[in-house]
T-cell receptor, first 118, second 114 residues
Framework: GAVVSQHPSWVICKSGTSVKIECRSL??????MFWYRQFPKQSLMLMAT?????????EQGVEKDKFLINHASLTLSTLTVTSAHPEDSSFYIC??????????????FGPGTRLLVL | GENVEQHPSTLSVQEGDNSIINCAYS??????FIWYKQESGKGPQFIID?????GEKKDQRIAVTLNKTAKHFSLHITETQPEDSAVYFC?????????????FGKGTHLIIQP
């Protein structure tokens, strides 16, 4: 149980286009989902916290107009990278916090989405 | 905010030996600490966690120890096996891991020598 999926798993796009990444909790509901970014050989950096039905909270240095987050339901959050540029190429990973999960682990991570902007 | 320092960045051990990876955190309000394993091209895989009211937790070959006074926690892997080769990340949270995102260390590349 407690599976998080991401779609697509990888995407290649041209500079200037927008890319949407979906994060779904498959067998649980999550009021809070998180988006992280990981550059090659680096750690995961929190980009934003996404709460169902409200605006996302962005970390310092993350442009909210460039990285649009929508959390329309308790099982789906989307991240849209608008007007993508080569420097946006990265591994984007989401995690979800179950409303009522088993004791212990509180965030479940997705498999990540590899974005390459040409 | 929170800052998590992780050491070493690379650890090479012989198969069958024990491994220890260390993390130091800065925020005394942090109350939840987690270790993840990440293989190339994949998302982080939960290994073990510990809360601030506990000093040690074990799960088969894996253990985590926490020293709140020193603001330090460690991952212990006993009898390392080839499948343990990966990058390991520690993470800390000041909200029990729920409401706030996690702050990650920079990672340790664990290499198991045959």
């Amino acid at each position: 149980g407690a599976v998080v999926s991401q779609h697509p798993s990888w995407v290649i796009c041209k500079s200037g286009t927008s890319v949407k990444i979906e994060c779904r909790s498959l067998d649980f509901q999550a009021t809070t989902m998180f988006w992280y970014r990981q550059f090659p050989k680096q750690s995961l950096m929190l980009m934003a916290t996404s709460n169902e039905g409200s605006k996302a909270t962005y970390e310092q240095g993350v442009e909210k107009d460039k990285f649009l987050i929508n959390h329309a339901s308790l099982t789906l959050s989307t991240l849209t990278v608008t007007s993508a540029h080569p420097e946006d190429s990265s591994f984007y990973i989401c995690s979800a916090n179950p409303i009522a999960g088993p004791p212990g682990q509180t965030q479940y991570f997705g498999p990540g989405t590899r974005l390459l902007v040409l | 905010g929170e800052n998590v320092e992780q050491h070493p960045s690379t650890l090479s051990v012989q198969e069958g030996d024990n491994s220890i990876i260390n993390c130091a955190y800065s925020n005394s309000a942090s109350d939840y600490f987690i270790w993840y394993k990440q293989e190339s091209g994949k998302g982080p895989q939960f290994i073990i966690d510990i809360r601030s009211n506990v000093g040690e937790k074990k799960d088969q070959r894996i253990a985590v120890t926490l020293n709140k006074t020193a603001k330090h926690f460690s991952l212990h892997i006993t009898e390392t096996q080839p499948e343990d080769s990966a990058v390991y990340f520690c993470a800390a949270s000041s909200s029990g891991g729920g409401a706030d995102g996690l702050t990650f260390g920079k990672g340790t590349h664990l290499i198991i020598q045959p």
